[in-house]
């Protein structure tokens, strides 16, 4: 059995897929906030009294929170039930929910900034962007951009087609590998706002 969830948006979402990689589980929930809360109950539900071989965990971009949350589970049960864990491109994710060879992928990041790749025919085909939605804009030339930072991106450089939309594990193996085996460690692709406060 391979595990899949991931928690860098809005959406809580994890899957379940057997041994010839068909999903036989999911579940998506556009929550906003209580990742912490709702995922493992989620999990749980989905598995009964399997557990998994294999644990694919979203890795970022996204909620510096959500990430760590889905990080520090992956860890736990990677540990519990002796599996492999492997992270995955949570913007390769989102690109993987639509339909067209080459997608762009924005989601709203912090300080009126968007996190944005572009994926053509599930291969990453440029580096992750972190940057103001006219400097992104320029970054991409794929006529669809999904996700959260869809609209700002596409007004910003006036033409294409944005659809919000979110992260679903069901698509999770249709990653390519490169996507789906990277180290288990957040991708944050900016410094976090917090800063540790300099002694007096």
């Known amino acids: 059995m391979i595990l899949a969830f991931d928690t860098s948006s809005a959406a809580c979402t994890a899957a379940l897929f057997d041994?010839?990689?068909?999903?036989?589980?999911?579940r998506d929930e556009i929550i906003g906030r209580g990742h912490s809360e709702r995922l493992v109950p989620?999990?749980?539900?989905?598995?009964?009294?399997?557990?998994?071989?294999?644990?694919i965990v979203g890795i970022g971009p996204g909620s510096f929170t959500g990430i760590r949350v889905a990080i520090a589970a992956a860890n736990g049960l990677a540990i519990g039930w002796n599996a492999e864990l492997q992270g995955m491109s949570s913007l390769a994710l989102l690109a993987a929910g639509a339909e067209?060879?080459?997608?762009?992928?924005?989601?709203?990041?912090?300080?009126?900034?968007?996190?944005v790749q572009q994926f053509d025919a599930g291969e990453a085909s440029n580096e992750l962007v972190n940057a103001?939605?006219?400097?992104?804009?320029?970054?991409?030339?794929?006529?669809?951009?999904?996700?959260?930072g869809a609209r700002q991106l596409v007004?910003?450089?006036?033409?294409?087609?944005?659809?919000?939309a979110w992260p679903s594990t069901a698509n999770a193996l249709?990653?390519?590998a490169?996507?789906?085996?990277?180290?288990?460690?957040?991708?944050?692709?900016?410094?976090?706002?917090?800063r540790a406060r300099e002694a007096a």
């Open 132 to 148: 103001t939605p006219a400097a992104a804009a320029a970054a991409t030339e794929a006529q669809v951009v999904i996700g959260s």
């Open 174 to 176: 249709k990653l390519r």
């Open 100 to 115: 067209e060879r080459k997608v762009a992928a924005a989601i709203i990041g912090g300080h009126g900034e968007l996190f």
């Open 155 to 164: 007004d910003a450089r006036g033409w294409g087609e944005a659809r919000e």
């Open 42 to 55: 989620m999990i749980a539900e989905m598995l009964g009294e399997r557990t998994a071989d294999r644990i």
């Open 19 to 26: 041994g010839s990689g068909e999903c036989i589980a999911s």
């Open 178 to 194: 490169p996507l789906r085996s990277l180290p288990a460690k957040p991708v944050y692709a900016r410094a976090p706002d917090a």
